[in-house]
C-alpha cells in the first residue's frame, strides 16, 4: 500500500493468507524491491516453513526481487495476471480494511511498528462470516497445528 508521494518513499506491505484470512502488515523504509523481499523473509521467518508455500503478488516493481524467497524461505512466487483481478481479491479486501486506519494521506511517522501490529491484532481477532464466524487467528492457528500435527 502507497502512501502519497510527497511522504517519500515509506509503504506498507500486506500480506493475507487466502484460508485464515490471516493479516500481517509490515512498514518499509523504501520502495525498492530488495528491502521489501528482506522485511518479507525476516517477518515469515518464524513460521512453520509449511505455512508459507507460496506468495502472490501483483505485477508492482517492488517485487522484482521476488527470486529471494526461495533461497531465503523456501516460498515460491506467483504473480496475478494484468487482467485477473479475482486473483488477489482477498488482499484488496484486506487493504480496504487498512484504509480505514490510514488513508493515503496518513503521515508515515504515524505508522509505527506498534500501531500497525496493534491494527493487525484488531483485524485477525474480528470473527468473519466467510470463515463461519470464528476469526483469521483462530483459524490460521488450527491451520498451522494441521500442519504440525501432520508432519509428526
Known amino acids: 500500500m502507497m502512501l502519497r508521494k510527497e511522504h517519500g518513499k515509506i509503504n506498507v506491505t500486506s500480506l ?5 484470512r490471516y493479516a500481517v502488515v509490515m512498514r518499509n523504509e523504501n520502495r525498492t ?4 523481499m528482506d522485511s518479507l523473509i525476516q517477518g515469515l521467518a518464524p513460521l ?7 506468495i502472490t503478488f501483483d505485477r508492482g516493481t517492488e517485487f522484482s526481487a521476488w ?4 533461497d531465503g524461505i523456501g516460498a515460491d512466487a506467483w504473480f ?13 479486501n484486506t487493504n480496504n480494511r487498512l484504509r ?7 503521515e508515515p511517522t504515524a505508522l509505527t511498528n506498534r500501531y500497525l501490529k496493534s491494527i493487525c491484532q484488531t483485524l485477525n481477532s474480528t ?12 483459524v490460521f492457528e488450527s491451520e498451522v497445528m494441521d500442519i504440525q500435527n501432520r508432519l509428526e
Request: hydrophobic content about 20%; overall charge positive.
Open 16 to 20: 493475507v493468507e487466502r484460508v485464515s
Open 33 to 36: 524491491s530488495k528491502p521489501i
Open 48 to 54: 512453520p516453513a509449511d505455512a508459507c508455500q507460496s
Open 67 to 70: 527470486q529471494q524467497l526461495k
Open 80 to 92: 496475478c495476471n494484468p487482467q485477473a483481478p479475482y486473483r488477489k481479491s482477498t488482499v484488496e
Open 100 to 106: 480505514r486506519y490510514f488513508p493515503r494521506s496518513t
Open 127 to 138: 470473527p468473519r462470516k466467510c470463515l463461519g464466524y470464528r476469526t483469521p487467528a483462530e
